[in-house]
């Protein structure tokens, strides 16, 4: 079972993961702050509709976290499949494995719906990723048999 793991790969690519998560959110923030004010919005009113809960009950905003979530969920699983060589999409399945479970300390600040299809996106998302790298780059070195006995 856990023949074919690379530590090492799976860790960036979770540093990937969840670092970019963390930067976009930022950036998209930032963007829809600017947006606001351009439109003449006072900045009290601006920062009252990004509290959580108003961006909890907007279907648009949690739709685009889970897009931008999932696009850099996508590109940690194809470093894990970049850096790993072997066992790409097993690699890429357990580094989804670990960013879902760094998102679930989230999980009580967000709506039921999002926290049922998070991780099936999240872990789609790195297994696409490194199953990119693995058709990208090639299966890699083949790994040693089993020692007999």
């Known amino acids: 079972m856990l023949r074919g793991l690379k530590f090492l790969p799976i860790f960036v690519g979770f540093l990937v993961d969840i670092g970019g998560s963390f930067f976009v ?3 998209f923030g930032f963007a829809l702050f600017i947006f606001h004010a351009a439109q003449g919005m006072p900045t009290r009113d601006i920062v009252a509709q990004m509290d959580s809960k ?3 009950q907007s279907l648009i905003l949690m739709s685009a976290s889970l897009g ?3 696009f850099c969920s996508l590109l940690g ?3 894990v499949g970049w850096m790993a060589r072997v066992s790409q999409v097993k690699n890429g399945f357990v580094m989804g494995l670990f960013s879902t479970a760094f998102g679930s300390f989230f999980w009580a600040s967000n709506p039921l719906w999002y926290n049922v299809i998070c991780p099936v996106f999240t872990v789609g998302a790195t297994m696409s990723g490194a199953y990119f790298a693995q058709v990208l780059f090639g299966k890699g070195p ?3 048999p089993p020692p007999a006995g």
């Open 25 to 27: 959110g930022v950036l």
């Open 54 to 56: 108003h961006i909890q």
């Open 68 to 70: 931008l979530g999932s």
């Open 77 to 79: 699983g194809f470093v």
């Open 142 to 144: 083949t790994p040693p």
